[in-house]
């Protein structure tokens, strides 16, 4: 099997190339990248002498370098993780967003569509679902929850997602969409919450919590995210959507603190600073589907994931201080400095 795996020089991506690479160690992995601010080649370092990889930069929405490499790969499946991925950004600039997450998944689905109506997975988010009320805690986001986003990175998510069943409605392209829950892990980029916080506490530097924090996420350790996206190629039902999470609800201010104890910072770092714009409040996934299906289940505990994620950012600072050291200063001064 060759597989066209895109975005895969970022968070989820990259894990998801060495998760494959150790599981299904015959099929040939193509990555297609455009290298944005959250694409580093440096993720990749131990995999590009792999022979059964292949890196090449390119964007998603340039049609033509993308039927090129269709052509000449002819893949039997694509995995789409390429989008322009964070809430705080796609409030201040979100054009781009619709490019990268609504254009080039289209773009995507044309050369499948073309190149022989070619297996598509679409990597989205349970925040296409919008939020849940703090005072509801019976209630989960399933398959069926409407769509309703509240940002323009989730409207752009929901938008390729859209289009991604009508192009299985309309063309009968053999696609599957998975919709998962707040990640964390390795290579996660030091703009969201856990890295920048666990990045921040390293430098004894305030530590920026919008609003009260009271805000929940359901945070989910990436490789089983992974697992969850290579059992829905393998085995998933075709024009079907996936939700994935491990019920770990946690509120955004519990994090912060657990990470000031594991590292034995002080909570007077913490900073309540002015509230993200329709800041979502609460998420969280039944993945009742995925379980019964695919009998999908997480392995790894919120408590063990996040000592090995600190561990992790702890022993690769070559990593993240040549991320932060570069135009991220800008954009930590634009989007935190008078706050
Ligand atoms: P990320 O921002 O870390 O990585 C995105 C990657 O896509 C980067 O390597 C970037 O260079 C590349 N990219 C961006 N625009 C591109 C373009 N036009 N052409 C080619 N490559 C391009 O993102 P992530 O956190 O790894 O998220 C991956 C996917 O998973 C996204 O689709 C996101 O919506 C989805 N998702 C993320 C989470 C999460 O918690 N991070 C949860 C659920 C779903
Ligand atoms: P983030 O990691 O950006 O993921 P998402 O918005 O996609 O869920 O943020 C997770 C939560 O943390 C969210 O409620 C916003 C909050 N947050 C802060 O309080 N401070 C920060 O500096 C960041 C980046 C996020």
Not at 183 to 202: A, V
Not at 282 to 287: C, E, N, V
Not at 307 to 314: E, K, N
Request: net charge negative.
């Amino acid at each position: 099997m060759t597989y066209i795996v895109t975005g895969g020089a970022g968070f989820i991506g990259s894990n998801f190339i060495f998760y494959m690479r150790s599981a299904h160690p015959d099929d040939r992995i193509v990555c297609l990248d455009k290298l944005t601010y959250a694409g580093n080649l440096s993720t990749l370092k131990s995999v590009m002498d792999d022979p059964h990889f292949r890196f090449v930069k390119l964007d998603i929405c340039d049609r033509e370098g993308v039927y090129a490499l269709f052509e000449e790969e002819k893949p039997d499946a694509v995995i789409n993780f390429a989008a322009e991925s964070h809430v705080d950004r796609s409030i201040e600039n979100p054009s781009i967003f619709l490019e990268t997450n609504i254009i080039g998944t289209s773009v995507l689905m044309d050369a499948c569509r073309i190149f022989g109506n070619i297996r598509y997975h679409q990597v989205s988010t349970d925040e296409v679902y919008g939020d849940l009320p703090l005072d509801r805690p019976d209630l989960f986001f399933t398959e069926e929850t409407p769509i309703h986003t509240s940002s323009p990175y989730s409207s752009s998510k929901a938008g390729a997602d859209l289009l991604v069943l009508a192009y299985k409605r309309t063309y009968g392209l053999p696609v599957t969409i998975s919709r998962c829950s707040n990640n964390y892990g390795p290579y996660h980029f030091p703009e969201k919450l856990i890295p920048l916080m666990i990045i921040n506490c390293l430098h004894d530097k305030p530590l920026p919590v919008y609003g009260e924090g009271l805000n929940v996420r359901d945070w989910l350790y990436v490789e089983d995210h992974c697992k969850a996206i290579d059992l829905v190629l393998q085995k998933g039902r075709i024009g079907e959507v996936y939700n994935i999470g491990g019920h770990n609800e946690m509120r955004n201010i519990d994090i912060v603190r657990l990470i000031c104890a594991e590292l034995h910072k002080p909570e007077s770092l913490i900073t309540h600073v002015t509230d993200r714009k329709g800041h979502d409040m609460r998420y969280a996934i039944d993945p009742t589907k995925i379980h019964n299906e695919l009998g999908w289940l997480p392995e790894t505990k919120f408590e063990n994931g996040i000592r090995q994620t600190i561990a992790w950012y702890l022993s690769h600072e070559d990593w993240w201080s040549e991320i932060i050291s570069g135009e991220y200063q800008n954009y930590y001064q634009v989007m935190y400095a008078n706050r």
